[in-house]
């Protein structure tokens, strides 16, 4: 179902038909979370939502690891190489952003997130390789159990 956004009063708002209401089995006095429903259904967790929690959680261990300027040394050293090995993508130009101007709190912001736009950062990551192998392999374990 698409909803059109339109004023009410000075406000800005979605009239739900009641019809979709009862579809749903909600009535006066209930709430409705409209960000997780897809066409009138509540939006199941699937594959991607477990890959961005996964990499919320390789980022979490990175930053319980390691220091903000660990971080950005090992991030930058990383963007320099692939830079120079001729791969290279719009996101990298974020996080060179990020790791060279931001303050610590906008580097934590991006890397554990749970927006849009960090999980789109997360997926093209430049403090990759920080952690062991052991540990991450774990990890992957533990989101795939």
């Known amino acids: 179902m698409r909803l059109r956004i339109r004023r009410i009063g000075n406000s800005l708002g979605v009239l739900i038909p009641k019809t979709q209401l009862d579809e749903w ?5 209930d709430t409705v979370d409209l960000e997780r429903r897809v066409f009138g259904r509540a939006r199941q967790p699937g594959a991607h939502d477990a890959l961005d929690e996964l990499k919320r959680r390789i980022a979490l261990s990175v930053v319980s690891a390691f220091t903000a300027n660990q971080i950005r040394a090992h ?3 990383n963007l320099h190489r692939w830079r120079q090995s ?3 993508m719009s996101a990298y130009d974020e996080w060179q952003s990020i790791l060279e101007r931001a303050a610590d709190g906008e580097l934590f912001a991006a890397m554990l997130g749970q927006d849009e736009q960090s999980n789109r950062l997360r997926q093209s990551a430049p403090y990759v390789g920080m952690l062991p192998r052991a540990s991450v392999e774990r990890l992957n374990e533990e989101a795939s159990a």
């Open 25 to 29: 089995g909600l009535g006066e006095g």
């Open 75 to 77: 991030g930058l050293a």
């Open 86 to 88: 001729g791969v290279w």
